[in-house]
């Protein structure tokens, strides 16, 4: 065989090994880096719900915490009225048992 036979045949042979590879990237590659992509997308998408989840649950938590914290101070107020409702009945009572 001449060298421009050898050439060709090479460059015939580099284009089918080219041709398998493209091929093989294609068909076998391809769909797992698209599966991989979608996968991804979703995780994203999951990753937003439960990161908007979370905010949800910060605000009730908050909320319940504000809450507890009025009830807290109105417990507070509630009981310095009784005691000082208290401290005069006992006053009174006092004035009226002397």
């Known amino acids: 065989m001449d060298e421009a036979t050898l050439d060709k ?23 797992h880096v698209l599966k991989i992509e979608d996968d991804v997308a979703e995780l994203k998408d999951r990753v937003g719900n439960l ?6 649950i ?4 908050d909320a ?4 507890a914290d009025r009830q807290d101070d109105k417990i507070k ?16 009572e006092e004035q009226l048992s002397a």
């Open 58 to 61: 910060e605000r009730k938590v």
């Open 51 to 56: 990161e908007s989840t979370t905010d949800r």
């Open 64 to 67: 319940a915490f504000a809450r």
């Open 9 to 31: 045949k090479f460059e015939e042979f580099e284009n089918r090994i080219t041709d398998k590879i493209l091929t093989a990237i294609t068909e076998v590659v391809m769909p």
């Open 77 to 92: 107020t509630h009981d310095a009225i009784l005691l000082k409702h208290e401290a005069l009945l006992k006053h009174h």
